[in-house]
């Protein structure tokens, strides 16, 4: 008997070893499932946030581009601008509506050719899909027209020979306006097709 009763004992503890390795086993399966399932499911969230992301970086991208090409406009011309009341020299930026291009240049000759020298040449861009030029008007309400596809801004010393404005058209063709200020040489960027402050005649300003 005493044999039998140590056999049993040994029997029910190989048994409960056997229990304790099944149990465990289990745990760690379920620890492995939960797991994997909570790894899926941030996965799916951490897709959404980056498709959500990519989303707003495009649309802000399209609208930076239109920004930045519309501010490398304004620069262009406040370099003219700043270049002329620095030296002697004088400068023009040709605005093309027909090429949606435009350029800068340092005038040497006096007499203004209509062709434009290589060497005469300091920037020159296109305008790009977002970002097109509709039409010019001078503070003279002379404008460019269908016959008419250049506008000429041109800077000496004393400031620029007009002001005016170049309207633009973003890609959602929203109109913005880059505002030549012939009195205080200022060049900025507006939203929508401003109104012109025309110059006054000197009988209008009192003094």
Known sequence: MPTCTALMHIDCAVRGQSDLRNTQYAIRNMRCGFTMTELVVVVMIVSLFVLLAVTNFSGLL???TFRAQANELVSTMQMAASAAAESNRRYE???DIAEQSYLLRQITSPQLP?????????VQNDFGNNCRVVYVLFD???GTDEEHQRAFFRAGHAGWQAGGKIVLFDDDEQPYSVVVNRLNRIVGL???DVELLMPK???????
């Open 93 to 95: 930026v040709i605005i």
């Open 62 to 64: 399209r609208r930076n």
């Open 114 to 122: 209509s062709d434009v020298l290589e060497e005469e040449i300091i």
């Open 201 to 207: 005649g000197q009988d209008e300003v009192p003094f």
């Open 140 to 142: 003279d309400l002379v």
């Open 190 to 192: 507006q939203r929508g």
